[in-house]
């Protein structure tokens, strides 16, 4: 069997450290892809990680290209291009841009790579994950959107903190669409097996979630031109390498649901399996009913999001 081909969809922030994390855990090859304007930097950062193998003793292959004939064959194709956040904006309010510009990743990538694991991390998620799959006409196993992963590490993260205990034994999910209605389940959340709720007030667990689902506004603020790149790259990355593995990683992910927790047609973030199969399965948790409210909630506003899209 030869090395898996993964493509990157993006040569941005996200991009770049999508392409050093898979040399670095020696996923297979890469190719970084941007548009024509941007070719020198997907190449140069291609050409800049590849020196830093030949350093570190990694082996894979790295290419930047504005073409997408080069991306032909891909086993996993991660798509981050879009308009990032600024200050002041919210997911949605790039939905007009970056639909458009998945529109045309879509139609590639159905062209040129038409077996491939496609994981999307363009904003606004829940509806450029659900575009995706629509324009590519894709299984629903093969496509699905990065979010939950990221959402829960923020989560799992601020409860660490607070607590001032490893994050690896804080154990959490965080589901619903990917925007400031997002829903830390606070049922499950556990730290070393103790439930989150019997170690932190209600007060200071609140101000948690609150801090959780703005998550996003609050690195783009900091940052001034952008929004985050280290985490969202380091989630996607751990889903390629579930699905070029067979890891079978349980995460929460935006997944195509048919009737799963009473949805029914739209992209979620849910517990999933990933897999050599991709979106193996689909785990249903028991909520509680305010968090089942705040789920209903959230998916108003994904059904919103979609809607605006004109698909």
């Known amino acids: ?75 996993v194709c991660i798509v981050t291009a879009g308009v990032p956040r600024k200050p002041g904006m919210s997911r949605e309010d790039l939905l007009a841009t970056n639909v458009g510009i998945i529109r045309d990743v879509a139609t590639n990538l159905k062209r040129v790579c038409p077996k491939a694991f496609v994981i999307v991390v363009s904003n606004p998620l829940d509806a450029m994950v659900y575009a995706m799959k629509a324009l590519t006409g894709l299984p629903k196993q093969r496509v699905v959107g990065m979010a939950g992963i990221l959402d829960t590490s923020r989560f799992r993260t601020f409860v660490a903190l607070e607590l001032g205990v490893s994050v690896e034994d804080v154990h959490a999910l965080v589901l619903g669409g990917h925007g400031d209605d997002m829903v830390p389940i606070l049922s499950t959340c556990s730290v070393g097996g103790v439930p989150v709720q019997r170690l932190l ?43 070029l593995l067979d890891r079978k990683r349980v995460f929460p992910c935006a997944a195509f649901l048919e009737g799963e927790y009473g949805i029914q047609g739209y992209y979620f973030g849910v517990p999933v399996v990933i897999g050599a199969g991709g979106v193996e399965r689909i785990l249903e948790v028991d909520l509680a009913p305010d968090e089942r409210g705040m789920l209903e909630r959230s998916l108003e506003s994904v059904k919103r999001t979609v809607a605006e899209t004109k698909l």
Request: proline share 2%; aromatic share 6%.
């Open 1 to 75: 069997m030869g090395r898996k081909k993964i493509a990157l969809i993006g040569a941005g922030q996200i991009g770049g450290n999508l392409a050093l994390l898979a040399a670095q855990r020696r996923l297979g090859d890469v190719v970084l892809y941007d548009i024509p304007q941007a070719e020198g930097l997907a190449k140069g950062k291609a050409l800049d990680i590849q020196q830093l193998c030949a350093v570190t003793g990694l082996d894979s292959r790295l290419a930047g290209t504005a073409s997408y004939d080069d991306v032909a064959g891909a086993d």
């Open 201 to 243: 007030s209600r007060e200071r667990l609140d101000a948690i979630v609150d801090r959780t689902r703005k998550g996003g506004g609050e690195l783009v603020n900091l940052y001034k031109t952008g929004s985050a790149y280290y985490a969202p790259a380091a989630s996607a990355i751990a889903m390629a390498e579930s699905f």
